[in-house]
């Protein structure tokens, strides 16, 4: 309740079910979160939001990646909204390492990131003397990795994404088995690689015919300051 509420996010999200708004209190959150249930066509989507007027922050300043590691996960799941919550500082100087700031992995459809602030996830590793060889880090990162099922009806909208170390890798980016999907009015800048990446054919889903994002739409989106120089 608001007057007995819940301590951490993760609590939350084990006990929200379809249907479910969890009301995140301003203040910051120490914590990664996994969501770890779906909503449903009938009874709705599970929704993580700031309170109104509030912002609530996720913030990874005293964790260290473990391998692909995000802020908040949605593996396999759909019909999971994210509102206006602030996801900040995971980084990293191991390039076998990757921290993401918002990760939707798998399968799923119906899932909408919408006005989320996501910055400080860095990936600060040197590097070689190849284009690619840096270490990896995302802001947003959406992987279709099923061979039989898509990422689909996916919205990413009016979220700023600013001021990641992301090496050989994307700000904002749909790779592999995605589709139907909306990349609109968000803001994207002062990060040191590209931008907004739509990609396929990087083995990301086992089945080559599906192995890149489609049909989709990426529009009214604002990039500025986006530049390799310094990029180790």
């Given at each position: 309740t608001e007057a007995a509420p819940w301590r951490t996010v993760q609590h939350a999200a084990d006990n929200a079910r379809a249907g479910s708004t969890v009301e995140i209190r301003g203040g910051v959150y120490e914590e990664l979160v996994n969501i770890n249930a779906s909503g449903n066509s009938s009874d709705g989507f599970i929704t993580f939001r700031s309170y109104p007027g509030e912002t609530a922050i996720l913030d990874a300043t005293h964790f260290t990646p473990a391998a692909r590691t995000g802020i908040l996960t949605i593996h396999n799941q759909s019909y999971v909204r994210i509102q206006g919550l602030e996801i900040r500082n995971l980084r990293t100087a191991e390039h076998r390492l990757t921290p993401l700031g918002i990760s939707v992995i798998g399968a799923g459809s119906h899932i909408e990131l919408l006005k989320n602030?996501?910055?400080?996830?860095?990936?600060?590793?040197?590097?070689?003397d190849s284009p690619g060889s840096g270490g990896n880090g995302f802001g947003i990162a959406v992987y279709?990795?099923?061979?039989?099922?898509?990422?689909?009806?996916?919205?990413?909208?009016?979220?700023?994404?600013?001021?990641?170390?992301?090496?050989?890798?994307?700000?904002?980016?749909?790779?592999?088995?995605?589709?139907?999907?909306?990349?609109?009015?968000?803001?994207?800048?002062?990060n040191n690689n590209i931008g907004i990446d739509v990609i396929g054919f990087e083995r990301t889903a086992p089945d080559p015919t599906v192995d890149q994002a489609r049909d989709g739409v990426v529009s009214e989106n604002l990039v500025y300051n986006i530049t390799s120089r310094g990029n180790p």
């Open positions: 602030n996501v910055h400080h996830i860095e990936n600060t590793f040197p590097g070689r279709g990795t099923d061979a039989k099922a898509p990422i689909t009806d996916l919205i990413i909208d009016g979220n700023e994404v600013h001021h990641l170390k992301t090496g050989s890798s994307e700000s904002l980016v749909v790779n592999g088995n995605v589709t139907n999907f909306r990349i609109t009015h968000n803001t994207v800048h002062d």
